[in-house]
């Protein structure tokens, strides 16, 4: 398939080719200062303040940027990545490992979670930093140390249970595609997966990682991909990014959204109706709208179930079914994701 799909190739003044989600990936703002001077803002003058100095510091490229309006200190989008001096809160019940992740590790770098999928911990780099990450305490480097998926892999292939393999990290596609090819090759050479899905938010901040590489992996025969994105709001859809989602359906990817209710960002009625409309005019169906995981940190995004409740029975009244997430949160220890409006 011919180049001009989906990448847009670089050349740089010593001749090598750059591909651009790779540049705009290194594009960041790393600094609280620096974001707020870039946004027009007066860190004195936020509501909640800023954290400077956070554990979990501040990640976000410019591009992203891009859609957060000037000046407007409540902006949806700002709030997902602008760290808050409200993260140094301590709240009962909000804790460093919300879903006892480590209770369901049974060799570094896997998560056996649910029957028939486990989920591999790829990379534990992120292309944005989320300010609600459940795994924003998670501890990387003791399941990515020594030989990177090794471990991981041979107790898949022991494993003839498992059919559903889920790429996760950190996230997946801030890797390159060369070491992506490379794990799924060795993924492909094990006869009882059957399913392969990627969970990312890449794409989201950064379209252009929706490449022609990354097409090639995932419409490969072995199997039929499913991408999950993460997008929160319907201006986190811009047109560049829904051209390279229909692109990836026509190949024959799954594209699905699982999205987070967070307070000031996503919810009322609205907002979440214009997610759908948004991601079902990209070719991604709306598969999953979750309660905030209880993490050390983001309790000042929390929304109440019987609030969660009514905006879903809102969303029901005004769109049709396959258009309504299933409202949902994870809770450690049980055997699905508990279900609290379908």
Known sequence: MALKRLAMITQEADGWQVPDWRRLQADLITDVAALCEHLGLDPARLPDGVDADSDFPLRVPRRYLDRIEPGNPDDPLLRQVL????????????????LEEAEHTPVPGLLHKYHGRALLVVTGACAVHCRYCFRRHFPYQ??????RWKQALAWLRERDDIREVILSGGDPLTLGNERLAALLEELAAIPHLDRLRLHSRTPVVIPERLDDGLLSLLEAPR??????????HPRE???????????????GVTLLNQAVLLAGVNDDADTLA???????????????LHQLDAVAGAAHFAVPDHRARALHAALRARLPGFLVPRLAREEPGEAAKTVLAG
Do not use: F, K, Q
């Open 274 to 288: 214009a997610l759908s409309d948004r991601l079902h005019d990209a070719g991604v169906l709306p598969y999953y």
């Open 142 to 147: 003791t399941h990515l140390s020594g030989g």
């Open 237 to 251: 859809i811009d047109a560049d990014l829904a051209a390279r989602c229909r692109t990836l359906g026509r190949a």
């Open 223 to 232: 199997w039929r991909a499913t991408l999950v994105l993460h997008a929160n």
């Open 83 to 98: 760290a808050s001096g409200r993260e140094r809160e301590t709240v009962p019940g909000y804790g460093a490992d919300p």
